[in-house]
């Protein structure tokens, strides 16, 4: 509030003058006003004769004298006494008003800007920035308490360097006491933090409020000053209620953030959720049924699809395993399946079980990534053989038979109990056709239904084995065998005699027997390592003695499944 003065009360055409002037001409009075500083305010400028003088006091300070011959100054200097008084009230209640509205509009400039912060850290710096601002401190620190681990932490510093924030975190138990108490305060005894180190030496007062949430205690705002009582009463005041102000905000970050990370919990805990279902139900097959997760399939989802089914199996496995044991067996197992299993998923397909020594893949796009993957697996078995030769283990053969066709792929069971099932003849006809690799002694075979979606089948060796009556089945099946994964010298060797293995094939269906007899038997003499042509060979001579099957239309007729 700026110093009053007497001349407040003589502003221009004031009615003080006017009134002064008349009551001096009533009552003959001769006066002189002076102010503090012998200054002549009202009447006569020849005042040192007056014999009488009454000074004009407010609040302990002499702001003017009155003087005079006659006693009746008296009551001038009440009337100035009583207009000065009121001048002075009029405007304490000014610079009161006026520091409510300065308070008001901090706090409201204050709450905005904390509107806009959603993280602790900015939350703190604006608190920090709004303090220092509106309170006439040398330096400033929020300090933040985690409780639970018993933590500070100083996301906010500001001002000169009278601060240690690192002494300021490594200070629990004295903070407790200071800033941290539950209290605000004034302090000037601060002796024990300078000795700590916490503030300098040459700070004189400090202020403090403390943050308060609902139930417990979020940190404090510390406020520091070099000079002796450099905080008063109206400051703690306000910083009181910045820092409810702050407290507010904070418990709302503090539950954001503690939602954020519930949240991101959550989800960090589903996607592992799902990427262990991924491993027991494949990602592609919920894929197929246009879910993108797990959680989103419901009892009845189904999609049909036309897809190449693929089978393999370990030839002989039974005659392995009697010489291992159960884990010795499980291992074994577990290591065929980790050497096929990321071939079948890097050629677009996807395990759709494994069944114990044999697995069951679908491949949804296209029926050359089958193909390329039963090619990249026969090597791989081979590459194992090697290993498994030099342990002086006994190498393994594995067939694999694939067809393509309609496939129903959906989630059956009832609602305490899910499966993602796979119904449709195309598996059960592909399961056939890796049995018939047994029959027909050869490690790959295909359908014809499979080999006629080949797009380039001349960047592959094919033979085609002819025609074959599954059990319990009433439609022939043709079956084409790919020789593109066999060994070098095996496959060029059969590609030599594919004219032959051919014609004798053409025969054989036609009932020709005996010229057939004659072509498989140069084959073999070519390369004694068909197998495949024992088979047909055998069978020929057997129809040439016995005579063909009852009604033969070149399909050979499997007994077994």
């Known amino acids: 509030m700026a110093k009053l003065s007497i001349k407040a009360l003589f502003g221009r055409n004031g009615p003080l003058k006017t009134w002064l002037d008349n009551w001096c ?35 302990n300070a002499t702001l003017a004298n009155v003087s005079s011959n006659s006693n009746l100054i008296n009551q001038v200097a009440g009337v100035l006494t009583m207009l000065i008084t009121k001048e002075g009230e009029k405007r304490k209640l000014g610079a009161e008003v006026l520091h409510l509205y300065q308070e ?63 002494l300021l975190e490594n200070n629990f ?49 510390i406020l520091v000053g070099t000079l002796t009582d450099q905080f008063t009463a109206a400051h703690l005041k306000l910083l009181v209620t910045l ?3 702050s407290s507010s905000a904070m ?34 097959f919920i894929s197929s049924l246009g879910k993108e997760n797990i959680t989103d399939v419901r009892l009845g989802d189904q999609v049909e699809k036309i897809v190449t089914v693929l089978f393999t199996d370990i030839r002989d496995f039974t005659t392995l395993s009697e010489q291992m044991s159960p884990e010795e067996n499980f291992r074994f197992v577990s290591s065929f399946n980790e050497v096929l299993g990321p071939i079948i998923r890097s050629h677009r397909g996807f395990i759709n079980q494994y069944l114990g020594d044999s697995i069951m893949a679908i491949f949804p796009i296209q029926p050359e990534d089958a193909l390329l993957a039963a090619i990249e697996m026969q090597r791989a078995v ?24 309609s496939l129903i792929m959906g989630i059956t069971g009832d609602e305490h109990r899910l499966d ?26 295909l359908s014809a239904e499979t080999f006629k979606r080949i797009p380039e089948p001349s960047r592959f060796t094919f033979r085609r084995l002819g025609k074959v009556l599954l059990k319990g089945k009433n439609n022939v099946l043709s079956v084409v065998e790919c ?30 027997f005996e010229s057939a007899v004659q072509l498989f038997s140069k084959v073999l003499a070519s390369d004694e390592k068909d197998h495949t042509v024992k088979v047909f060979y055998e069978k020929a001579k057997r129809y040439l003695a016995e005579g063909a099957p009852k009604n033969w239309n070149g399909a050979d007729e499997m007994l077994y499944k």
């Open 104 to 166: 008001l509009n901090i706090i409201y400039s204050f709450a905005e800007n904390l509107g806009e912060a959603i993280s602790l850290e900015a939350i703190a710096g604006i608190t920090l920035n709004h303090s220092m601002n509106s309170i006439p401190a040398n330096a400033g620190a929020i300090v933040l308490l985690d409780e639970y681990q018993r933590a500070l932490t100083v996301p906010a510093i500001s001002g000169e360097k009278l601060i240690d924030s690192s």
């Open 25 to 59: 001409n009533q009552n003959q009075v001769n006066l002189c006003i002076t102010d503090n500083t012998d200054t002549v305010i009202y009447g006569s400028q020849d005042h040192e004769d007056f014999k009488q003088s009454i000074p004009i006091i407010f609040e």
């Open 251 to 284: 418990e709302s970050a503090l539950l954001f953030e503690k939602n954020i990370r519930e949240i991101k919990m959550r989800e960090e805990a589903m996607l592992r959720i799902n990427e262990v279902i991924r491993k027991f139900v494949p990602n592609e």
């Open 382 to 405: 081979r590459n194992l053989n090697q290993q498994r030769t030099q342990k002086g283990e006994l190498p393994i053969h594995a067939g694999i038979g694939m067809h393509t066709g």
């Open 173 to 221: 138990s004295l903070l407790l006491r200071f800033g941290l108490n539950g209290q605000s305060a004034i302090i000037t005894d601060i002796a024990e933090l300078k000795d700590r180190g916490l503030i300098a030496k040459n700070v004189t007062s400090l202020i403090y409020a403390t943050l308060k949430g609902k139930d417990r205690i979020l940190g404090a705002i």
């Open 243 to 245: 820092a409810l102000q």
């Open 420 to 445: 993602a099932a796979t119904i449709s003849d195309t598996v059960n006809t592909a399961a056939r056709i890796e049995s018939l690799t047994k029959h027909y002694k050869s490690s790959l075979l």
């Open 483 to 512: 020789m593109n994964g066999m060994e070098e010298a095996l496959a060029s060797a059969r590609k030599k005699n594919m004219g032959d293995f051919d014609m004798a094939m053409e025969l054989y269906q036609q009932g020709q």
